[in-house]
């Protein structure tokens, strides 16, 4: 393809940028052949050009590839690309894996993640490679996975700088393997895999500028397994100690982590004769100045090390010796040099020195001796030894090597005890290892450390580079495709350079074995030999002794200085010899010994310094002052070690590494590079430029170029077909073979076809060609949403036309009516104008005439009326007089005798006031004492009534007055206004002068008369209102306190009800606490089945190895018939006929009878067993002993656990039953009665006289008990109705104290009232106690009843055993079994004897099946072992009962056992222990159990004893039983849930239009939704044909849900590419068809619905719109069910359709967070949901319609043997 046509207008690329490395832009002119520059635009919209070179800027990939899981599956191959990659996965998803075709890069987060449980473990588990997301398991397990299926090695490869988290990565794989590959025989060998890393980081690891817990060795740990691929042992190869830092650190670094941790716990007791202290106080651990880390805890650690110790077989007292050696070394490091001179020549120590002390009596070395091979170093020649003294640098120099020498040996010994412990038990089939090497590092001063760590990456990235070039050529050799070498670039020169003859590290080890050999003259010979010679060795400009080689990533200059030194790494041969010849004694923790040498070497120092041959030193006694003393003239032979410790470090180096490449080369290797983001350990913080040295060092780029220079894409022909059908032909989809097709297609568009090679299942293309056809494809379906668009927008616009036209017409059609009626209502209003004209004209003609009438008539009507009325006026004026003399002589009367009658009211009121005032005042001072509460109260009433009566009387006569006075006033008022108009018409008539004089006389004596009366009204009416008003305030008075009252009685209402709801939370609080502890109890039913199997494959183990006949398992101890007694438990060997009666009480005896039989063995046997540890005891009799202390333990807390569930239950009965007064027992019942006189007569008629006398006297006795009882019950009786009345007596003085109360909340305070209330509730609580001693003396006459019918049960019951056990005899031979008798009434009992034991339980339990019997009743053999039970309760043979028991138990235990996995044969023994349940309860003794039972089964209920004890070791099995079969149908469900939920495409044409990645292959489901409901509806059809119950049922399908939408919903986290909009629709549908199942079998209510929210929300919110922030806060309430973790991995993971959908924006995911920290509070958070979580399961209570005597039993089962009662 050409230059233009990729770099047109638009085209995106990557330009260099100083501080990002690289930018991204766009092209805003295309490019053309010649052009100078091109044209840019960055994307903050800056203009950039950009000169064109000799090659053009790399291209960037489509968007759909930005954070693709695979760098190979990227278009465009190069460094921009993978660095864009990795950043966009790691910035905005905060995923830190991505694969590079076999290399997994792993970034360190600096943060813990929630990514590396134990869930995540077993999803991964199982799954291939691209199946999930990048993940170090995904790696661990293709290792495994390649390991199981072809029988061949592995090897991990974990690579990367310091503080890149490559001993984290090696510690998870390391997890991973111990979790997977568990070991079976051995149960602690994956514990001690693990234990020795916390080990090796305390001895291996130091703090660096970098890392805080970097690994200064490389170590190759070996995981063997065996043929069933489980765990057998590890082995453990280091290299390259870094032993300098021993000595010196630089600043801000540490030492080793295990000095630190001994100064950190040196107050411990036994570290007390270390003589440690601070880390300041050493001089090797404080000159980095940094002794404290943050987030550390070296006194944890050091416990966890020394615990780890213990783990791998490491005595106490090795321990102690080594940290005793440990502690010499910092003494030693304290130890003060001094010169003799001025010119330091000589040095020499104190003897006094406190330092040098320590050291000694620690290593046992004398101190003499100590302090002269430190200052002196001997010099052998030919013929003479000599003894030459020291300088004081060469004297620090010895001392430093001594100390490097002694941890090196130390460390060799650990990694030696390590491999000890972990040493395959047998030969290993297969192992894994995992390689945790440092990677390629340059620093400013390079060193002789850093050339052997960057060698050992030069070897291993050649053996990477054969490794991907090999992989490649089999992929194009497998696929047909012709292939040529590839120029990749080799490393091989570089490794010539170093490791050749004539080479640098020869020559290296020629200049060391000179005996004048330097630094400077190495390096020039290195300058004569290689400078002109090799491409990759230069030499620097400014500096003569250095020089520089050219690795695969980089130049490196390397200081010469120190090489010699480093590599000869020489130990005096003198303190060799001084150490070998230590003497220390063994002294207990915490004392010194009280003397420096012992008569005992120390073991630990003679394994780190043996002695062979003659190694041992001549020591002068003392020093000569001269600078060479002969000391004898003979040469001894240094030992082998000493030989061996000579050899130059650089060749044992090259050694132990090209051993680790032969194993490599024997393994498949798989990759892991760790990447460092940045140097200040910020977590998710990327910086680019660091990254990009790294993947330059590790080999990342290497596999994109090699890659990128072959056919880096792949497609399968289905995929290509499916994804670029759009850029096809009519004519190219009419062929029918798809390959030619797709070839047709590639020819056609990429026209050249070296860009594309076709294999036999996919197509290869070169870097860049899957970019241009997504291109077109681009482009294509562009054009086809224009055209698209096109004619959506015509039809649009024709659709509005025909509308606009339409509605044109419409317009014109009503306009036009409009004017028509228009016209119509003008034409309508001038005809009726016309009409109303004239008739108003008429109408005004009308109205004028018949005014003028009505004028006139009006006119004679007043005239007429005038003259009348004058003429009356005049008759009635004579009349009025006389009514007016009459009126006022009365009215004068009245007034006189009403003056004097209100006079003596008004003083009968004011001394009644003041009588009342006096009375008021007594009473109120009186009313505050209590004894007269109750007189005052009954009065009150009435004197508030009465003063009520005068109120409301006083209130009527003041209306009465004033009615009375307005009366008057009008009356008064009307007088005058007459009598003034008589004063005048009797002033016009002279006449009546006189007369008119007398009457104004009288009408001023009436005036004056008023004006008294009124004033006395006046006063009247003012001292009524002042009484009225003190009135009211009295009335106001008693209102606020009896407001007062009332609001104290509804705050104790209040209290009341607080504590109501108190008590209800304390409810609620106890049923949750039951619910815990019933999860716990199950949990600890779980645990102790599995300890119990755990003993059993234990105790076969111990019997293999011990070879006993006595311990080993015949064929026959299977069956229950050869064994004289049963073992509840799944032991092999059971316990005698004498240890069957303590059986049933507790699970720990069985235990501990046990034990016995097992110490008399291991007593006998330790003499002879070759297995033996220090103390002689065989390790695995111990273990097997500690695991049975374990099951005791766990037996312990299950009976601790039990009781207190009982309390719970008890305690919770109680509160749902407070009082159960009055209970009407029935006397046939308790009497235990099931025949009437009658019938006993007759039934008896035909036995001997004497059982007749027997008879009569039972007879005799049983009416005088029914008289007793009847007496009883009449005395019963008659105490009820007295407490009845007492009851209604009680009910009255309530209703007489509320009405009390009533009265009091008006007048009393809150004193009296309380008083009052606390008197009443002990009132009534005496007579709660009075009834509760009732009811007791009444359970007592109950019980005393009971124990005399038993008394006369068992006499009629001997009695009549002798009788039927002839008529048994004789009926036996001729009744079958099966056939009921109805001659005679059955009591539903078998009979079984103790011989046929064995064949009752292989018949009903090891060989039923139900198939067999079709006819069967279901739960058949429970009710048979009930049948029997009961026989044996009539018996009142306990021992038959216990013995039934735990055999039943055993038996149900093996047949569960044997058939674990089978579904159908859990659900059938879980139904027959539960109906088992609930046949011993509602047959029982507790009477809560026979509420629902038929008098005839209450017949049949259990006499002798009370079987209840054995209810909970039943239930404790059901438990069991029901866990099996959660884990049965999970086994069946899990392979089905991923494909049935998540890939199967149940909404055809929903799939993602997003192109697979080259990882995984498409391929069809294996199962479908409707496989997934098939198997379960198989599960539910095996529950219901078994008649579980519905509870039981309900529960175990809201297990099998969770279980489903956890391992759904952990697959959609996992998964990247199955976050998308379409598979969010397909899951929500798959889950509605789950509901509508559901739905369908009624099991909507069982919690099942619950389980799968979070699933459905997981759905809807990759539905959701993810945009701005409303719908950020949709999302917040939406996800009610999902973690915070949870939700943000969903969005982050969320994976748009291409071209239709955009990313999640950065800020919208910050967003969501921010809303979901406020929301959730900060705390533990799990990413995936536990799928193995059980929810603890109920048993409910069922009452059973099934009669005894009725069951019929089938031939089939022959149980001929038993006898039926």
Same mark, same amino acid.
């Given at each position: 393809?050409?230059?233009?046509?990729?770099?047109?207008?638009?085209?995106?690329?990557?330009?260099?940028? @100083?501080?990002?490395?690289?930018?991204?832009?766009?092209?805003?002119?295309?490019?053309?052949?010649?052009?100078?520059?091109?044209?840019?635009?960055?994307?903050?919209?800056?203009?950039?050009?950009?000169?064109?070179?000799?090659?053009?800027?790399?291209?960037?990939?489509?968007?759909?590839?930005?954070?693709?899981?695979?760098?190979?599956?990227?278009?465009?191959?190069?460094?921009?690309?993978?660095?864009?990659?990795?950043?966009?996965?790691?910035?905005?998803?905060?995923?830190?894996?991505?694969?590079?075709?076999?290399?997994?890069?792993?970034?360190?987060?600096?943060?813990?993640?929630?990514?590396?449980?134990?869930?995540?473990?077993?999803?991964?588990?199982?799954?291939?490679?691209?199946?999930?997301?990048?993940?170090?398991?995904?790696?661990?397990?293709?290792?495994?996975?390649?390991?199981?299926?072809?029988?061949?090695?592995?090897?991990?490869?974990?690579?990367?700088?310091?503080? @890149?988290?490559?001993?984290?990565?090696?510690?998870?794989?390391?997890?991973?393997?111990?979790?997977?590959?568990?070991?079976?025989?051995?149960?602690?060998?994956?514990?001690?895999?693990?234990?020795?890393?916390?080990?090796?980081?305390?001895?291996?690891?130091?703090?660096?500028?970098?890392?805080?817990?970097?690994?200064?060795?490389?170590?190759?740990?070996?995981?063997?397994?065996?043929?069933?691929?489980?765990?057998?042992?590890? @082995?453990?190869?280091?290299?390259?100690?870094?032993?300098?830092?021993?000595?010196?650190?630089?600043?801000?670094?540490?030492?080793?982590?295990?000095?630190?941790?001994?100064?950190?716990?040196?107050?411990?007791?036994?570290?007390?004769?270390?003589?440690?202290?601070?880390?300041?106080?050493?001089?090797?651990?404080?000159?980095?100045?940094?002794?404290?880390?943050?987030?550390?805890?070296?006194?944890?650690?050091?416990?966890?090390?020394?615990?780890?110790?213990?783990?791998?077989?490491?005595?106490?007292?090795?321990?102690?010796?080594?940290?005793?050696?440990? %502690?010499?070394?910092?003494?030693?490091?304290?130890?003060?040099?001094?010169?003799?001179?001025?010119?330091?020549?000589?040095?020499?120590?104190?003897?006094?020195?406190?330092?040098?002390?320590?050291?000694?009596?620690?290593?046992?070395?004398?101190?003499?001796?100590?302090?002269?091979?430190?200052?002196?170093?001997?010099?052998?020649?030919?013929?003479?030894?000599?003894?030459?003294?020291?300088?004081?640098?060469?004297?620090?120099?010895?001392?430093?090597?001594?100390?490097?020498?002694?941890?090196?040996?130390?460390?060799?010994?650990?990694?030696?005890?390590?491999?000890?412990?972990?040493?395959?038990?047998?030969?290993?089939?297969?192992?894994?290892?995992?390689?945790?090497?440092?990677?390629?590092?340059?620093?400013?001063?390079?060193?002789?450390?850093?050339?052997?760590?960057?060698?050992?990456?030069?070897?291993?990235?050649?053996?990477?580079?054969?490794?991907?070039?090999?992989?490649?050529?089999?992929?194009?050799?497998?696929?047909?495709?012709?292939?040529?070498?590839?120029?990749?670039?080799?490393?091989?020169?570089?490794?010539?350079?170093?490791?050749?003859?004539?080479?640098?590290?020869?020559?290296?080890?020629?200049?060391?074995?000179?005996?004048?050999?330097?630094?400077?003259?190495?390096?020039?010979?290195?300058?004569?030999?290689?400078?002109?010679?090799?491409?990759?060795?230069?030499?620097?400009?400014?500096?003569?002794?250095?020089?520089?080689?050219?690795?695969?990533?980089?130049?490196?200059?390397?200081?010469?200085?120190?090489?010699?030194?480093?590599?000869?790494?020489?130990?005096?041969?003198?303190?060799?010899?001084?150490?070998?010849?230590?003497?220390?004694?063994?002294?207990?923790?915490?004392?010194?010994?009280?003397?420096?040498?012992?008569?005992?070497?120390?073991?630990?120092?003679?394994?780190?310094?043996?002695?062979?041959?003659?190694?041992?030193?001549?020591? *002068?006694?003392?020093?000569?002052?001269?600078?060479?003393?002969?000391?004898?003239?003979?040469?001894?032979?240094?030992?082998?070690?000493?030989?061996?410790?000579?050899? *130059?470090?650089?060749?044992?180096?090259?050694?132990?590494?090209?051993?680790?490449?032969?194993?490599?080369?024997?393994?498949?290797?798989?990759?892991?590079?760790?990447?460092?983001?940045?140097?200040?350990?910020?977590?998710?913080?990327?910086?680019?430029?660091?990254?990009?040295?790294?993947?330059?060092?590790?080999?990342?780029?290497?596999?994109?170029?090699?890659?990128?220079?072959?056919?880096?894409?792949?497609?399968?022909?289905?995929?290509?077909?499916?994804?670029?059908?759009?850029?096809?032909?009519?004519?190219?989809?009419?062929?029918?073979?798809?390959?030619?097709?797709?070839?047709?297609?590639?020819?056609?568009?990429?026209?050249?076809?070296?860009?594309?090679?076709?294999?036999?299942?996919?197509?290869?293309?070169?870097?860049?060609?899957?970019?241009?056809?997504?291109?077109?494809?681009?482009?294509?379906?562009?054009?086809?949403?224009?055209?698209?668009?096109?004619?959506?927008?015509?039809?649009?616009?024709?659709?509005?036309?025909?509308?606009?036209?339409?509605?044109?017409?419409?317009?014109?059609?009503? =306009?036009?009516?409009?004017?028509?009626?228009?016209?119509?209502?003008?034409?309508?209003?001038?005809?009726?104008?016309?009409?109303?004209?004239?008739?108003?004209?008429?109408?005004?003609?009308?109205?004028?005439?018949?005014?003028?009438?009505?004028?006139?008539?009006?006119?004679?009507?007043?005239?007429?009326?005038?003259?009348?009325?004058?003429?009356?006026?005049?008759?009635?004026?004579?009349?009025?007089?006389?009514?007016?003399?009459?009126?006022?002589?009365?009215?004068?009367?009245?007034?006189?005798?009403?003056? %004097?009658?209100? @006079?003596?009211?008004?003083?009968?009121?004011?001394?009644?006031?003041?009588?009342?005032?006096?009375?008021?005042?007594?009473?109120?001072?009186?009313?505050?004492?209590?004894?007269?509460?109750?007189?005052?109260?009954?009065?009150?009433?009435?004197?508030?009534?009465?003063?009520?009566?005068?109120?409301?009387?006083?209130?009527?006569?003041?209306?009465?007055?004033?009615?009375?006075?307005?009366?008057?006033?009008?009356?008064?008022?009307?007088?005058?206004?007459?009598?003034?108009?008589?004063?005048?018409?009797?002033?016009?008539?002279?006449?009546?002068?006189?007369?008119?004089?007398?009457?104004?006389?009288?009408?001023?004596?009436?005036?004056?008369?008023?004006?008294?009366?009124?004033?006395?009204?006046?006063?009247?009416?003012?001292?009524?209102?002042?009484?009225?008003?003190?009135?009211? =305030?009295?009335?106001?008075?008693?209102?606020?306190?009896?407001?007062?009252?009332?609001?104290?009685?509804?705050?104790?209402?209040?209290?009341?009800?607080?504590?109501?709801?108190?008590?209800?939370?304390?409810?609620?609080?106890?049923?949750?606490?039951?619910?815990?502890?019933?999860?716990?109890?199950?949990?600890?039913?779980?645990?102790?089945?599995?300890?119990?199997?755990?003993?059993?494959?234990?105790?076969?183990?111990?019997?293999?190895?011990?070879?006993?006949?006595?311990?080993?398992?015949?064929?026959?101890?299977?069956?229950?018939?050869?064994?004289?007694?049963?073992?509840?438990?799944?032991?092999?060997?059971?316990?005698?006929?004498?240890?069957?009666?303590?059986?049933?009480?507790?699970?720990?005896?069985?235990?501990?009878?046990?034990?016995?039989?097992?110490?008399?063995?291991?007593?006998?046997?330790?003499?002879?067993?070759?297995?033996?540890?220090?103390?002689?005891?065989?390790?695995?009799?111990?273990?097997?002993?500690?695991?049975?202390?374990?099951?005791?333990?766990?037996?312990?807390?299950?009976?601790?656990?039990?009781?207190?569930?009982?309390?719970?239950?008890?305690?919770?009965?109680?509160?749902?039953?407070?009082?159960?007064?009055?209970?009407?027992?029935?006397?046939?019942?308790?009497?235990?009665?099931?025949?009437?006189?009658?019938?006993?007569?007759?039934?008896?008629?035909?036995?001997?006289?004497?059982?007749?006398?027997?008879?009569?006297?039972?007879?005799?006795?049983?009416?005088?008990?029914?008289?007793?009882?009847?007496?009883?019950?009449?005395?019963?009786?008659?105490? &009820?109705?007295?407490?009845?009345?007492?009851?209604?007596?009680?009910?009255?003085?309530?209703?007489?104290?509320?009405?009390?109360?009533?009265?009091?909340?008006?007048?009393?305070?809150?004193?009296?009232?309380?008083?009052?209330?606390?008197?009443?509730?002990?009132?009534?609580?005496?007579?709660?106690?009075?009834?509760?001693?009732?009811?007791?003396?009444?359970?007592?006459?109950?019980?005393?009843?009971?124990?005399?019918?038993?008394?006369?049960?068992?006499?009629?019951?001997?009695?009549?055993?002798?009788?039927?056990?002839?008529?048994?005899?004789?009926?036996?031979?001729?009744?079958?079994?099966?056939?009921?008798?109805?001659?005679?009434?059955?009591?539903?009992?078998?009979?079984?004897?103790?011989?046929?034991?064995?064949?009752?339980?292989?018949?009903?339990?090891?060989?039923?099946?139900?198939?067999?019997?079709?006819?069967?009743?279901?739960?058949?053999?429970?009710?048979? &072992?009930?049948?029997?039970?009961?026989?044996?309760?009539?018996?009142?043979?306990?021992?038959?009962?216990?013995?039934?028991?735990?055999?039943?138990?055993?038996?149900?235990?093996?047949?569960?056992?044997?058939?674990?996995?089978?579904?159908?044969?859990?659900?059938?023994?879980? =139904?027959?222990?539960?109906?088992?349940?609930?046949?011993?309860?509602?047959?029982?003794?507790?009477?809560?159990?026979?509420?629902?039972?038929?008098?005839?089964?209450?017949?049949?209920?259990?006499?002798?004893?009370?079987?209840?004890?054995?209810?909970?070791?039943?239930?404790?099995?059901?438990?069991?039983?029901?866990?099996?079969?959660?884990?049965?149908?999970?086994?069946?469900?899990?392979?089905?849930?991923?494909?049935?939920?998540?890939?199967?495409?149940?909404?055809?044409?929903?799939?993602?239009?997003?192109?697979?990645?080259?990882?995984?292959?498409?391929?069809?489901?294996?199962?479908?939704?409707?496989?997934?409901?098939?198997?379960?509806?198989?599960?539910?059809?095996?529950?219901?044909?078994?008649?579980?119950?519905?509870?039981?049922?309900?529960?175990?399908?809201?297990?099998?849900?969770?279980?489903?939408?956890?391992?759904?919903?952990?697959?959609?986290?996992?998964?990247?590419?199955?976050?998308?909009?379409?598979?969010?629709?397909?899951?929500?549908?798959?889950?509605?068809?789950?509901?509508?199942?559901?739905?369908?079998?009624?099991?909507?209510?069982?919690?099942?619905?619950?389980?799968?929210?979070?699933?459905?929300?997981?759905?809807?919110?990759?539905?959701?719109?993810?945009?701005?922030?409303?719908?950020?806060?949709?999302?917040?309430?939406?996800?009610? =069910?999902?973690?915070?973790?949870?939700?943000?991995?969903?969005?982050?993971?969320?994976?748009?359709?291409?071209?239709?959908?955009?990313?999640?924006?950065?800020?919208?995911?910050?967003?969501?967070?921010?809303?979901?920290?406020?929301?959730?509070?900060?705390?533990?958070?799990?990413?995936?949901?536990?799928?193995?979580?059980?929810?603890?399961?109920?048993?409910?209570?069922?009452?059973?319609?099934?009669?005894?005597?009725?069951?019929?039993?089938?031939?089939?089962?022959?149980?001929?043997?038993?006898?039926?009662?």
């Amino acid at each position: 393809m050409a230059a233009e046509e990729l770099y047109a207008q638009g085209a995106r690329v990557w330009v260099p940028d @100083a501080q990002e490395v690289w930018k991204p832009a766009e092209l805003t002119k295309g490019y053309e052949e010649g052009d100078g520059c091109l044209h840019l635009r960055l994307q903050d919209g800056s203009e950039l050009t950009c000169p064109v070179g000799p090659q053009l800027p790399f291209l960037r990939n489509p968007d759909y590839l930005s954070g693709e899981n695979d760098l190979v599956a990227l278009s465009y191959l190069h460094e921009p690309a993978v660095l864009h990659t990795l950043r966009a996965r790691f910035l905005e998803t905060n995923t830190i894996y991505t694969y590079c075709g076999i290399i997994l890069v792993a970034i360190n987060p600096y943060k813990p993640l929630p990514i590396y449980e134990e869930p995540v473990i077993y999803a991964y588990s199982g799954q291939c490679m691209g199946d999930m997301d990048p993940h170090i398991f995904a790696v661990a397990e293709e290792a495994y996975r390649q390991m199981s299926r072809y029988s061949r090695d592995q090897s991990l490869i974990i690579s990367g700088e310091s503080g @890149a988290g490559k001993t984290a990565s090696a510690k998870y794989a390391m997890r991973y393997f111990a979790t997977v590959g568990g070991s079976l025989s051995d149960a602690g060998m994956e514990e001690k895999v693990l234990a020795a890393s916390p080990i090796m980081e305390a001895f291996g690891n130091a703090k660096t500028t970098r890392n805080d817990n970097s690994s200064r060795f490389g170590k190759y740990v070996e995981i063997c397994f065996n043929h069933e691929y489980r765990i057998v042992g590890a @082995a453990m190869k280091t290299y390259l100690l870094e032993k300098s830092r021993l000595t010196f650190q630089a600043k801000a670094e540490r030492n080793y982590h295990i000095f630190y941790q001994l100064c950190a716990s040196a107050a411990l007791p036994e570290f007390h004769a270390l003589r440690l202290g601070e880390a300041e106080s050493f001089h090797y651990t404080k000159q980095g100045r940094c002794a404290l880390l943050e987030a550390t805890d070296d006194a944890a650690d050091l416990e966890s090390t020394r615990n780890a110790f213990s783990l791998l077989g490491v005595h106490e007292s090795n321990q102690l010796e080594l940290f005793s050696i440990l %502690a010499a070394i910092l003494h030693l490091g304290n130890i003060r040099l001094k010169a003799k001179d001025r010119h330091g020549e000589s040095c020499f120590l104190e003897l006094e020195d406190e330092a040098l002390g320590r050291f000694c009596t620690l290593l046992g070395v004398e101190k003499s001796q100590a302090s002269r091979w430190l200052c002196y170093r001997k010099l052998v020649t030919a013929s003479e030894t000599y003894v030459k003294p020291l300088s004081r640098q060469q004297a620090s120099t010895s001392r430093d090597a001594l100390a490097k020498h002694l941890y090196g040996q130390l460390f060799k010994w650990i990694v030696s005890r390590i491999n000890k412990a972990l040493r395959a038990s047998c030969r290993p089939h297969a192992s894994i290892g995992i390689l945790d090497i440092y990677g390629f590092e340059t620093f400013a001063v390079n060193s002789f450390e850093q050339f052997c760590i960057n060698y050992a990456n030069e070897k291993l990235q050649q053996h990477f580079n054969l490794h991907v070039f090999k992989l490649e050529q089999e992929e194009y050799v497998r696929e047909g495709i012709p292939w040529a070498f590839i120029d990749f670039s080799d490393n091989q020169p570089c490794i010539d350079l170093i490791e050749a003859k004539l080479g640098i590290l020869d020559l290296l080890n020629e200049e060391c074995k000179m005996p004048k050999g330097s630094d400077r003259s190495w390096a020039q010979k290195l300058y004569d030999q290689h400078l002109h010679h090799s491409p990759h060795f230069q030499k620097p400009k400014m500096s003569t002794e250095a020089f520089i080689i050219q690795h695969f990533a980089g130049k490196v200059e390397y200081q010469c200085r120190g090489f010699l030194e480093k590599n000869q790494d020489m130990v005096p041969a003198e303190l060799i010899g001084l150490l070998r010849a230590s003497k220390l004694c063994h002294f207990s923790p915490g004392r010194l010994p009280s003397h420096p040498w012992a008569p005992q070497k120390s073991a630990l120092l003679a394994e780190l310094f043996p002695e062979e041959g003659d190694g041992s030193i001549a020591l *002068p006694s003392r020093l000569s002052h001269g600078s060479r003393v002969t000391v004898r003239p003979s040469r001894r032979s240094l030992p082998a070690t000493d030989k061996e410790h000579r050899k *130059p470090i650089s060749t044992q180096f090259k050694a132990s590494l090209h051993k680790l490449m032969e194993t490599l080369a024997c393994t498949t290797p798989h990759y892991i590079r760790c990447i460092k983001p940045n140097d200040h350990k910020r977590p998710f913080e990327f910086d680019a430029r660091r990254v990009v040295e790294q993947l330059r060092a590790c080999g990342v780029l290497e596999t994109i170029q090699i890659s990128a220079s072959g056919y880096p894409s792949r497609w399968t022909y289905a995929e290509f077909f499916g994804r670029y059908r759009a850029l096809m032909r009519p004519e190219d989809l009419t062929g029918g073979d798809e390959k030619q097709t797709c070839w047709l297609v590639l020819q056609r568009l990429l026209k050249d076809s070296s860009k594309f090679q076709c294999g036999k299942g996919k197509i290869f293309f070169r870097a860049g060609q899957v970019a241009f056809l997504e291109e077109l494809r681009g482009r294509r379906l562009r054009a086809a949403c224009v055209l698209i668009q096109k004619s959506l927008r015509g039809w649009l616009g024709r659709r509005r036309f025909l509308r606009m036209r339409a509605a044109a017409i419409c317009l014109q059609r009503l =306009a036009r009516g409009f004017l028509a009626r228009r016209l119509a209502r003008r034409l309508r209003r001038a005809s009726a104008a016309l009409t109303i004209q004239k008739h108003f004209k008429m109408a005004l003609a009308r109205r004028s005439y018949r005014r003028t009438h009505a004028a006139a008539v009006t006119i004679q009507a007043f005239a007429r009326g005038m003259f009348a009325r004058r003429l009356h006026r005049q008759l009635v004026a004579g009349r009025k007089a006389v009514v007016i003399q009459s009126a006022v002589r009365g009215w004068l009367a009245r007034t006189a005798y009403a003056r %004097a009658r209100r @006079a003596v009211v008004y003083l009968q009121c004011c001394y009644r006031r003041m009588q009342a005032r006096r009375e008021l005042r007594r009473l109120r001072i009186e009313a505050k004492s209590v004894e007269h509460y109750k007189q005052l109260s009954k009065g009150m009433e009435i004197k508030v009534v009465q003063l009520q009566c005068k109120v409301d009387e006083q209130a009527r006569e003041n209306q009465s007055l004033s009615e009375q006075l307005s009366a008057l006033r009008a009356s008064h008022g009307g007088e005058v206004e007459r009598l003034r108009g008589e004063v005048q018409r009797l002033q016009q008539d002279k006449a009546q002068e006189r007369h008119v004089r007398e009457l104004q006389e009288q009408l001023q004596h009436m005036e004056l008369e008023k004006s008294l009366s009124e004033g006395r009204l006046g006063r009247e009416l003012q001292e009524l209102k002042q009484r009225l008003a003190e009135l009211e =305030a009295m009335k106001s008075n008693l209102k606020e306190e009896k407001d007062a009252l009332n609001q104290r009685i509804m705050e104790q209402s209040q209290d009341l009800e607080e504590q109501l709801r108190c008590v209800r939370a304390e409810s609620q609080e106890l049923l949750g606490q039951l619910e815990g502890e019933r999860t716990r109890y199950q949990s600890l039913v779980t645990e102790y089945a599995r300890l119990e199997q755990h003993c059993e494959n234990l105790q076969d183990e111990v019997a293999f190895h011990k070879r006993t006949p006595s311990l080993r398992r015949s064929p026959s101890s299977d069956s229950i018939l050869d064994s004289k007694g049963s073992y509840p438990s799944s032991l092999s060997t059971a316990p005698s006929w004498e240890d069957t009666d303590q059986q049933s009480e507790s699970p720990s005896q069985p235990l501990d009878r046990e034990r016995g039989p097992w110490k008399s063995r291991a007593m006998s046997d330790s003499p002879r067993s070759s297995i033996t540890d220090e103390d002689g005891q065989d390790p695995l009799e111990k273990a097997y002993l500690l695991l049975l202390g374990q099951l005791n333990a766990v037996t312990e807390d299950l009976a601790r656990t039990r009781e207190e569930l009982r309390r719970a239950k008890a305690q919770l009965a109680h509160e749902r039953k407070p009082f159960e007064l009055f209970k009407r027992w029935n006397a046939a019942e308790i009497l235990g009665l099931s025949k009437s006189p009658e019938k006993m007569i007759e039934a008896d008629s035909l036995m001997e006289e004497d059982l007749k006398y027997a008879y009569d006297a039972v007879q005799v006795s049983n009416k005088l008990l029914q008289s007793q009882l009847q007496e009883q019950q009449q005395q019963h009786e008659q105490e &009820l109705e007295g407490l009845c009345l007492d009851i209604r007596s009680l009910k009255q003085l309530s209703q007489q104290q509320q009405s009390l109360i009533q009265d009091l909340q008006q007048h009393q305070e809150e004193d009296g009232l309380l008083h009052q209330l606390v008197q009443l509730k002990r009132e009534n609580l005496d007579l709660a106690e009075q009834l509760e001693r009732q009811e007791r003396s009444m359970l007592q006459l109950r019980k005393q009843l009971k124990a005399s019918m038993k008394q006369i049960q068992d006499l009629t019951a001997n009695r009549e055993a002798m009788w039927l056990e002839h008529k048994v005899k004789a009926e036996e031979a001729e009744r079958p079994l099966g056939v009921l008798q109805p001659a005679r009434a059955l009591e539903g009992m078998l009979g079984c004897k103790a011989e046929d034991e064995g064949r009752l339980i292989r018949a009903i339990i090891t060989d039923f099946k139900p198939q067999h019997h079709p006819d069967a009743l279901p739960g058949l053999p429970a009710y048979v &072992l009930f049948m029997c039970l009961r026989h044996a309760d009539s018996t009142r043979d306990e021992h038959r009962i216990r013995s039934l028991f735990a055999a039943a138990i055993s038996g149900i235990k093996r047949a569960v056992k044997k058939h674990s996995e089978d579904v159908d044969v859990v659900t059938l023994w879980l =139904a027959n222990t539960c109906c088992l349940i609930n046949c011993l309860r509602q047959y029982g003794w507790d009477q809560s159990y026979r509420l629902a039972n038929t008098p005839k089964q209450n017949q049949h209920c259990l006499r002798h004893f009370d079987l209840a004890s054995h209810c909970q070791s039943l239930g404790d099995l059901a438990i069991h039983i029901y866990q099996q079969l959660v884990r049965a149908a999970q086994k069946r469900l899990k392979p089905v849930i991923v494909a049935a939920m998540l890939e199967s495409e149940t909404i055809q044409g929903l799939s993602s239009a997003r192109p697979p990645g080259n990882r995984k292959q498409a391929a069809a489901p294996a199962y479908t939704l409707d496989s997934l409901l098939q198997q379960l509806g198989s599960v539910h059809e095996a529950l219901r044909q078994h008649q579980l119950e519905p509870a039981v049922v309900s529960q175990a399908f809201r297990q099998l849900l969770f279980t489903v939408s956890g391992v759904a919903l952990n697959y959609l986290l996992l998964r990247r590419d199955a976050c998308s909009w379409s598979r969010g629709v397909q899951l929500r549908y798959n889950v509605s068809q789950l509901e509508e199942w559901l739905r369908a079998r009624g099991l909507q209510h069982s919690g099942a619905l619950e389980t799968l929210q979070p699933l459905i929300q997981a759905a809807q919110l990759l539905q959701v719109k993810k945009a701005t922030e409303d719908d950020a806060e949709a999302v917040c309430s939406l996800c009610t =069910a999902l973690s915070r973790l949870q939700i943000m991995k969903l969005l982050r993971a969320y994976t748009p359709a291409v071209g239709l959908e955009e990313r999640v924006s950065p800020s919208f995911i910050s967003s969501v967070e921010s809303r979901l920290a406020a929301r959730c509070p900060a705390g533990p958070c799990q990413l995936l949901v536990d799928t193995a979580h059980l929810f603890p399961v109920h048993l409910p209570f069922s009452c059973s319609p099934v009669q005894l005597d009725e069951i019929r039993i089938p031939d089939s089962m022959d149980l001929a043997f038993l006898t039926r009662t």
